[in-house]
């Protein structure tokens, strides 16, 4: 999985006042877990930006001053009128350690369906892997060529192999649906095959 680099500064005083002032000078107040105490740090809003505002997914490494930490967003505030970023809880990650985290599918192929007529609905945009760091994916691959028109692709058909997929076997991760069109074909063609029978 691709990486990013925060540089921020570790914070002395965490109070509300203290927050305030980081805030109003464009700083995003975070806290890293995981470690054996939590590390408060601020860093730059716009340094989040390649982070938050996209939807691929990263790990994070934490420079507050040449201390290193290896990362991963778990939450984030949004200021509910202005959309700015008000705080961010990063969690540590440890080489020899499984994390749980939400990462983009992918589809991949041409489906029969789609090709008769058919709309792909993608259920699933993201899904939830658990893997070691260094196998962490970027994203997870969906490969819809083998559906037909009304068919489902279920997670069990999602190939994983160095993370395991945290769904339920009968999680959809994307299916084929009739179009209005399609059903209208079909429905014309039956009443015209229903007619040609009786004139029979």
Same mark, same amino acid.
Request: hydrophobic letters at 40%; glycine letters at 8%; one cysteine or more.
């Given at each position: ?24 000078? *464009? ?8 470690? %054996? ?14 982070? =938050? ?9 934490? %420079? ?18 202005? %959309? ?31 090709? *008769? *007529? ?22 997870? =691959? ?7 028109? *009304? ?10 192999? %160095? ?38």
């Amino acid at each position: 999985m691709k990486s990013i680099t925060i540089n921020g500064s570790e914070r002395e005083s965490v109070g509300k006042a203290a927050t305030r002032t980081a805030r109003n000078a *464009g700083m995003v107040p975070c806290v890293l877990y995981g470690g %054996d105490k939590p590390v408060h740090f601020t860093a730059e809003e716009k340094a989040f930006k390649n982070l =938050v505002y996209t939807p691929e997914v990263h790990t994070v490494v934490i %420079d507050l001053a040449g201390k290193t930490y290896n990362a991963i967003l778990q939450d984030i505030q949004f200021h509910p009128v202005s %959309d700015k970023i008000l705080h961010m809880d990063f969690y540590q990650l440890y080489d020899d350690k499984e994390i749980t985290m939400e990462v983009p599918v992918k589809v991949t192929g041409t489906s029969p369906g789609v090709l *008769g *007529g058919g709309v792909l609905r993608l259920n699933q945009r993201k899904l939830k892997v658990k893997a070691l760091p260094a196998n962490l994916p970027d994203f997870v =691959v969906a490969d819809i060529s083998g559906l037909e028109m *009304g068919n489902k692709l279920y997670v069990t058909k999602i190939e994983a192999n %160095d993370f395991k997929l945290l769904h339920p076997d009968n999680t959809v991760v994307a299916q084929v649906r009739i179009s209005r069109a399609a059903m209208k074909a079909a429905q014309e063609a039956a009443k015209a095959e229903k007619a040609a029978g009786k004139k029979k």
